[in-house]
Nanobody, 114 residues
Framework: QVQLVESGGGLVQPGGSLRLSCAAS????????MGWYRQAPGKQRELVAS???????NYADAVKGRFTISRDVTKNTVSLQMNSLKPEDTAVYYC????????WGQGTQVTVSS
């Protein structure tokens, strides 16, 4: 059974940074792709960033230039470095992995507020 565990959320001031991590219970290269989604109150869940098995990255327009997705295959983790955070980045962030179906983590809250 695949498990995804997110960590790294919290409260940060506008302009600040956070790093989210998603630890998978199995080889992350078996997924294609893995990614981060977010859901703000009253809004639909949306893609933030993804990375394919081959290392190709994709970002939502709203986060391009501020967020970076990366992975460590030795630790089976996918991370999201978030810089220049804005109040509109406030949401629950979820890790997702695709392999003959979708697997989701439990989510981690990110709040950007002064």
């Amino acid at each position: 059974q695949v498990q995804l565990v997110e960590s790294g959320g919290g409260l940060v001031q506008p302009g600040g940074s956070l790093r989210l991590s998603c630890a998978a219970s199995t080889n992350i290269l078996s997924f294609n792709p893995m990614g981060w989604y977010r859901q703000a109150p009253g809004k639909q869940r949306e893609l933030v960033a993804s990375i394919t098995r081959f290392g190709n990255r994709n970002y939502a327009d709203a986060v391009k230039g501020r967020f970076t997705i990366s992975r460590d295959v030795t630790k089976n983790t996918v991370s999201l470095q978030m810089n220049s955070l804005k109040p509109e980045d406030t949401a629950v962030y979820y890790c997702k992995a695709v392999r003959a179906g979708d697997y989701w983590g439990q989510g981690t809250q990110v709040t950007v507020s002064s």
